[in-house]
């Protein structure tokens, strides 16, 4: 991960913006240790819980929002140009055909073991 796509960090999350833009948060592990600049920060800003921002990237830190997304995200317009295509079709749509060959190779491998399961008997061979 380059610097530039890290924007904030705290002792329970990063801040970081993607390639194209978005902006999101992750947690810090459950047995993250927190450094000792908290105390710091709470000694000389006795405030600071009352006052917090939930504009922007703080309230991506504060999870009032969980992530930002630029109006231009080329990502959004693709979707939405695939959608109004008559020739669009996604994942879901194949999943009948999907299953349906499915079951057509679970019964063709289930035959294969059967008529090798007979070939193997050879007369007289058990007795």
Do not use: C, H
Request: charged share 35%.
């Amino acid at each position: 991960m380059q610097p530039n796509y890290l924007i904030s960090q705290s002792p329970e999350k990063v801040v970081l913006r993607n390639f194209e833009g978005v902006i999101t948060s992750y947690p810090e592990p459950e047995n993250y240790v927190a450094g000792q600049a908290d105390d710091y920060f709470s000694n000389i800003y006795p405030d600071y819980e009352k006052k917090k921002s939930n504009v922007g990237i703080a309230a991506v830190m504060n999870d009032s929002k969980f992530n930002l997304v630029p109006k231009d995200l080329q990502r959004l317009d693709r979707r939405q140009s695939y959608q109004e295509d008559p020739n669009y079709s996604s994942l879901k749509d194949k999943r009948e055909k999907r299953d349906e060959l499915k079951e057509k190779k679970f019964i063709s491998q289930q035959q294969k073991m059967t008529e090798s399961g007979d070939q193997e008997k050879v007369p007289g061979g058990d007795e």
